[in-house]
């Protein structure tokens, strides 16, 4: 599933942050570039993980709709990159973390 | 003329059914503005009393001008209220959603992505005077290294508070000394350290004072995390509050954030 089609499926919160959108360093720096045309307090993070790619939990999406805290950075992105997101399980995206080390 | 408290509201004795709002002190007046304007709706009255009767309580204390980043991540109607900075710069939201917030028990975190960047450097406060902390109202799932509040540069010194699954201990590291509490990773309730010298700091968790007499390192410019040790190292805790400043009595601040809390759960 990308995330173009995940949108369609209006899922709700719960369902929302068992999963991940998973996106390469060139969606990463659209992203970011997106967010640095406005000031917002509300970012969307990418978290680095350990094949080169990028996450974000897809329960960002419960705030992409108009007055959602993430909705002026959503509406500015080209909708046709959407499909270049994919979308996988929370459990498989932590797997690719990386590790931290216990501090004792 | 005497005032006596109502339901949250101020009766002026001997004019029988009239009422003014109290007269909150001028900081938490500002505070409430500032929180009612970014939720778009007024608070009631008595979480409007918890935050001035918490805001006086700390100036009385004299605690208050120790706090330099800090934010009550409860009462608020709204997630953007919560993150209205008490005191200090406006924090920055890493993806936070609304739905992570509760406005009795604060804002919940998760293990990959959420934190907080509170905008304060490691080093913005004295290297042997100062303080951070978190209340805690509900513990992390502990199966690796949840953080607090801190940072652990790859290079440089440790400044963080973090829980670790070994005998389910409260890690810190105050300047890059550190202290390991066995069974208080998974406790609620306000965890914080502080340091008022070059070799005297002390940790607080679970209504108790831990003192110690290592010295400290000079610490970088990194910033701190909250819900997070700098970017990483996640925590799915639920937390309420957090600071970040000079040294302080941690015992006070324990005390006047935890009657905070039980202000506000008794209000909503």
């Known amino acids: 599933m990308n995330l173009q089609e995940l949108i369609i499926q209006n899922k709700s919160y719960e369902e929302l942050k068992n999963l991940a959108l998973v996106f390469n360093s060139s969606l990463k720096e659209i992203l970011e570039s997106t967010q640095e045309i406005f000031n917002s307090q509300h970012k969307a993070s990418p978290v680095e993980l350990t094949d080169g790619r990028f996450m974000l939990c897809a329960d960002l999406l419960t705030e992409i709709k108009a007055s959602g805290l993430y909705s002026q950075g959503f509406g500015l992105l080209d909708n046709d990159l959407f499909a270049q997101v994919e979308v996988i399980s929370m459990e498989e995206a932590s797997n690719l973390l990386p590790v931290s080390l216990e501090e004792i | ?268």
């Not at chain 2, 990773?185 to 070059?198: D, E, I, M, Q």
């Open chain 2, 1 to 268: 003329m005497g005032h006596i408290k109502i339901f949250g509201k101020t009766k002026i004795e001997g004019k029988t059914g009239f009422y003014q709002p109290p007269p909150y002190d001028s900081t938490a007046a500002a505070y409430i503005a500032a929180v009612e304007a970014a939720d778009g709706q007024a608070l009631e009255s008595s979480i409007k009393i918890a935050y001035n009767d918490f805001i006086v309580g700390c100036k009385s204390d004299g605690i208050w001008s120790a706090l330099k980043a800090s934010c009550i991540l409860a009462g608020a109607r709204t997630l953007s209220g919560a993150l209205v900075p008490l005191v200090g710069t406006t924090p920055i939201n890493n993806n936070f959603v609304s739905a992570d917030y509760n406005r009795r028990t604060g804002l919940k975190g998760n293990t990959t992505t959420k934190y907080i960047n509170p905008r304060r450097a490691i080093n913005a406060d004295p290297q042997n005077s100062h303080h951070y902390g978190v209340y805690v109202t509900e513990a992390p799932n502990l199966t690796t290294t949840r953080g607090f509040i801190g940072n652990a540069p790859s290079t440089g010194v440790n400044n963080f508070i973090n829980a670790v699954t070994f005998n389910n201990t409260l890690g810190l590291n105050n300047r890059n000394a550190a202290s390991n509490l066995p069974n208080q990773g998974l406790t609620t309730g306000y965890k914080g350290t502080t340091r008022s010298a070059s070799n005297s700091w002390s940790v607080r968790t679970g209504n108790t004072n831990f003192n110690y007499t290592s010295a400290s390192s000079t610490p970088n410019s990194s910033a701190f995390g909250v819900f997070a040790r700098g970017t990483g190292t996640f925590a799915d805790a639920r937390m309420s509050f957090y600071s970040i400043g000079e040294n302080l009595n941690l015992a006070l601040l324990d005390t006047r954030v935890s009657n905070l809390m039980t202000a506000i759960n008794a209000a909503i």
